[in-house]
């Protein structure tokens, strides 16, 4: 028997009145087929005399997501999107469009040009091509402000702000929210379209748009979106739209969003947008696998950790029992949750109604049998292996079958803990960082024995808890602080050989970090890195252990931004200021080590801090210990502030080139010394090969 495929575009007579239903999932992207089809209804339309106009509608959860993303690499097919839109504003007969869910990107650009615009009431409506590094290209940039005003469609396209329904309605997007059927309703549109002259959004006045607005508004962009070359593109496309013929500001439109698809910070974005959503699935592990429910959490260990990991669940409508090891330890945890609530109500994120709604949810108890009826159980004590692995046995004996048991480590050997418990298949890690009710990354850790749908369920619980979460797998300290401490680890050697605090960090915000990473130290606190060293003194070099420059700054006092002086001092303001006292600190440092203070060059402060981190991703993906190279980027990207638009660090390395990467690499192995910067193999692969770590 002969499969025939579903048509993308599905064509259907309601009364006089020809509706087109794009029909391609899942999120009805405007592929080829797409746009071919809704030229076929077109031409249908205008060749039938007995229609009386278009309905353009969709099946599925949502109207379009726009452009098809996966077209973007190879050269589009015609029909465009832009020609196809022209089509349809230029239609004889009335044609209106009929949104659910969202309409996005080609999808409002093909809204915005239609005759009429109706919306279900739980509709969004957005330009969020710019997160991809380009613009809108079928004239979005050129019709948006025609219906909007100029300040909502530079948060549209600049931004990539989304819209609901009813702000859509107040600011003009759309004509009307359905009330009840969007299509009956929609057919009722063409009704009156037809006894009334045909409205073309590109023939409505442009909007004011002075050059004092385009400085303002590019300069709010320039700070707020830093290095990032299409929000400023969108000003100057905006700029030319106010001033140029519709017919001529189109064609500049569609050629500005082509120019920018090849530039490598689309690229970038494209990249993360695909590494984002492969990094939710396990890797091995079939698509279809289908989470287990979690519908109530038990938490083993009342300190910072747990507290915030409870948090983090209630924030997510989960009950939770939280269990102490004393009434003393559970009721500090009470006030430590009661706290973080009572800060969230002075600020104005929570109501004291939603804040009792949580806290009805919370258990806290010293009886461990309490967590009996538990899905998952989230075991949370301090690092101490043995004291781990007793409790992860006891509650191995008290939760049913069923039960899901995650042990939260920063560092601690995962298999080992496994043994503690008969359900080995059920068991797994997760690494929440601290603050867990704050922090958006988790590393989700497998075992070798861990059922694929238990590995599943912890993506998805992950996601529930509104983290990112990448799967990775047993290694000291993970992927995030073990590529972390090399860069910390160069930052401590460039200061030994003689750059200063702010010379590093300016060079590492000038690349894009928010912060740099010795300003990170004083905000983490500079006695809690000295602490962490002193617990991995053994596993280091010489060298590093003989770099003790955060211990002599906690001997002189300096704690970090908490006490008002570390790396830098701190003032009334927030700022970090140079103190000069530091800098006498370095020179005691390097005289006592016999190490002459050079001049280290901006250049050689980012590579050796960036190039440390990539050589230690390449190593942890020979390793297994990391899926995929886009995992690694998505962590840096959403957790650690490396630039979105340099698409993470494996990407950065592939754009930049391995070869590049590797020569660097060799050359400060001779410099700094091989055991810190040998290439890792997969970099010396990539760099003799197709430049790609594979
Ligand atoms: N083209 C092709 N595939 C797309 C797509 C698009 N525009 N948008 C989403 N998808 C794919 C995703 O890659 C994903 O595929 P896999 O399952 O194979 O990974 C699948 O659709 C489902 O997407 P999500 O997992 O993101 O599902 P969600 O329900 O969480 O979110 C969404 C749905 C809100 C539409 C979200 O996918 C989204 O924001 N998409 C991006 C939309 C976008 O950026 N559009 C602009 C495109 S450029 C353009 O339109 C301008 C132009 O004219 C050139």
Redesign the pocket.
Known sequence: MTAFARAAVQLRGVGDVLVADIDNP??N???HAVRAGLIAALDRLEADETLSGLVIAARG??FS??????EFNADIEPPF?GDVIERLETATKPVIAAIHG?A????L?LAIACHGRIAADDAVFG???V??G?L???G?IVRLPRLVGIEQAVAMIAEGRRIDASEALTAGLIDRIATGDLIGEATEMVSAAVRSALPRTSERPFPLFDAAQQDATRKALAGRYRGQDAPQKAVDLLAMAARTPVAEALRLEQAA?KAL?STDQSRALRHL??AE??A?RVAGVDRETAARPIDRVGIVGAGTMGRGIAVACLDAGLPVVLVGRSEASIEAARQAISKIYGSAVKRGRLSETAVEERLARLETTPVLDRLCEADLVIETIAEDPDAKRAVISAIDLIVPERTILVTNTSFLDIESLAQATERPGHFAGMHFFNPANVMKLVENVRTKRAAPDVLVTLMAFAKRLGKTAVMVGPSEGFVVNRMLSKRTREALFLLQEGATPRQIDRVLTDFGFPVGPLALADMAGLDVLAATRAARLAAMSERERGADIVERLVAAGRLGRKNGAGYYTYGDSRTPQPDPAVDTLLAAHRAERGIAARTVTDDEVRERCLFAIINEGAKLLEENAVARPGDIDVLWTKGLGFPAHLGGPMHYAETIGLSHVHSALSRYAGIVGDEYFKPARLIEQGAAGDGRFS
């Open positions: 899942p999120v992207a405007l592929s959860r949502l997501a726009g452009a098809d993303i996966n999107l969202s996005l990107g080609g999808g650009e330009l969020p091509e997160k991809l380009i809108p290209g079928a979005g969003c698809l947008f695909t959503r492969d939710t």
